[in-house]
């Protein structure tokens, strides 16, 4: 979590913000932002908060795995990939 602050902050110090105007930005407290910073285990939705006021909310695709394909769908494919979509039936 440490690290994860160090890099926070240095997101926010290359966009040459504060973190009281962070926080304005994104909605929170001032400390929330300080704490996050110094790695005190924030809240995703505080994370995503703060990415998305720094413009780097596609830095949270590296903690999230790839979409996988579920057991069953790969044995009704015979592991071929899905080209298209089906129509879902109406009503």
């Excluded at 932002?33 to 005190?40: I, R």
């Excluded at 990415?51 to 044995?75: C, N, T």
């Amino acid at each position: 979590m440490k690290e994860f602050g160090r890099r926070l902050r240095a997101y926010r110090l290359q966009r040459n913000l504060a973190a009281a105007e962070v926080a304005e930005r994104a909605g929170l407290n001032r400390n929330t932002v300080a704490n996050a910073e110094a790695g005190a285990n924030p809240r995703l939705g505080t994370v995503v908060k703060i990415l998305r006021v720094l413009e780097r909310l596609e830095a949270l695709d590296a903690f999230l795995p790839p979409p996988g394909i579920s057991p069953m769908q790969l044995i009704r494919t015979a592991g071929k990939p899905r080209l298209r979509a089906r129509r879902r039936p109406r009503g």
